[in-house]
Nanobody, 119 residues
Framework: QVQPVESGGGLVQTGGSLRLSCAAS????????MAWYRQAPGKQRELVAQ???????TYADSGKGRFTISKDSAKNTVYLQMNSLKPEDTAVYYC?????????????WGQGTQVTVSS
């Protein structure tokens, strides 16, 4: 089973903070990147932030300056610290792990965790 498992979602007021966690199972050696995406009702899934095996980070404009992605390689876990949350951040947040093994690139989605920001 290589599906990542998310946790840490919940209900928070505008301006509040949440930290999401994503634990990946399986071979850590094959993971090339881990990322957070989100999908709001009626909208397409969009990238929030990504961190590569080497530690390079990428952020969507919507989260720059407010969100921080980090990882604990020993635990095969990636985190998304979200500060100054806004109602428009309300969405289901999904973790994705990208892998390269036996000559193939694959990616695996978690089941998602709901984040709701009240105004």
């Amino acid at each position: 089973q290589v599906q990542p498992v998310e946790s840490g979602g919940g209900l928070v007021q505008t301006g509040g903070s949440l930290r999401l966690s994503c634990a990946a199972s399986g071979s850590s050696f094959s993971i090339t990147a881990m990322a957070w995406y989100r999908q709001a009702p009626g909208k397409q899934r969009e990238l929030v932030a990504q961190i590569t095996r080497g530690g390079t980070t990428t952020y969507a404009d919507s989260g720059k300056g407010r969100f921080t992605i980090s990882k604990d390689s020993a635990k095969n876990t990636v985190y998304l610290q979200m500060n100054s949350l806004k109602p428009e951040d309300t969405a289901v947040y999904y973790c994705r792990t990208d892998r390269y093994e036996t000559g193939l690139y694959t990616y695996h989605w978690g089941q998602g965790t709901q984040v709701t920001v009240s105004s």
